[in-house]
């Protein structure tokens, strides 16, 4: 099987060194651009197999960059955000991007992603597209969006931001610090406890018995879609 040919667009020459030597190791052809000034040369000179794109740099945001190889390239496209960035990894999946991972990441993670994407290339299988509803609401794991139904109370950033990271891994318990890194920055971990009460409340039929959003002792939360 040949290497294939990953494209890795950041500005942080620390982490584009990193993720090509681990690349690289791992049976990867590698090359790093430190922004987007060169990718429009790059594709038209080399068939690249997946792009790696953060979304935040200089001159031209990454997000920008990615809606441009879209519309002329159909190469998979994996963003690079920090937790922060919870509207952009909506947008991107709007866009058209393929996968997103949350910095800081270990690069193990980043490589089976990788490995998925280009396996369901050469099978030709379909990016998948999931979505579960979840007692008044539905979310669409394809797009990151959450729809409900018309008499159910509006969810907050931070509460679609738990369900939905709840949704991405159903019936896998999660911590709370784990939970807490895929909202902000600077959330807390107590907070979750806050966010969970909250949600459960407009889930739930019961939140003091919940079906779906139920307490992993020790540990964190866990969604039971099977509920």
């Not at 060169?38 to 790696?52: G, H």
């Not at 001159?59 to 002329?72: T, V």
């Not at 990894?89 to 270990?106: L, R, S």
Request: hydrophobic content about 35%.
């Amino acid at each position: 099987m040949n290497k294939p040919f990953i494209l890795v667009i950041d500005d942080d020459q620390r982490l584009r060194e990193l993720l090509q030597k681990y690349l690289q190791t791992n049976g990867c052809h590698v090359r790093t651009l430190d922004g987007a000034q060169d990718v429009r040369a790059m594709l038209s000179l080399v068939q690249v197999d997946l792009i790696i794109l953060d979304i935040m740099m200089p001159k031209q945001d990454g997000l920008s960059l990615a809606r441009w190889i879209r519309r002329a390239y159909n190469t998979p496209i994996i963003l690079l955000t920090a937790v922060s960035e919870f509207d952009q990894k909506m947008t991107g999946f709007e866009i058209g991007v393929d996968d997103y991972i949350t910095k800081p990441f270990q690069p193990p993670e980043l490589l089976a992603r990788i490995h998925a994407i280009l396996r369901r290339r050469q099978t030709g299988a379909p990016r998948p597209t999931k979505v579960c509803q979840i007692g008044p609401y539905c979310c669409d794991l394809g797009s990151s969006r959450i729809t409900s139904q018309p008499s159910a109370v509006p969810l907050s950033q931070a509460e679609s931001g738990l369900l939905l990271a709840l949704a991405r891994q159903p019936n896998q318990p999660m911590s709370r610090d784990y939970l807490a890194r895929q909202l902000t920055r600077h959330a807390q971990v107590r907070t979750i406890d806050v966010h969970m009460a909250r949600l459960r409340k407009k889930i739930e039929d019961n939140p003091h018995r919940p079906r779906y959003l139920k307490t992993v002792r020790g540990h964190g939360y866990v969604l039971d879609i099977d509920g």
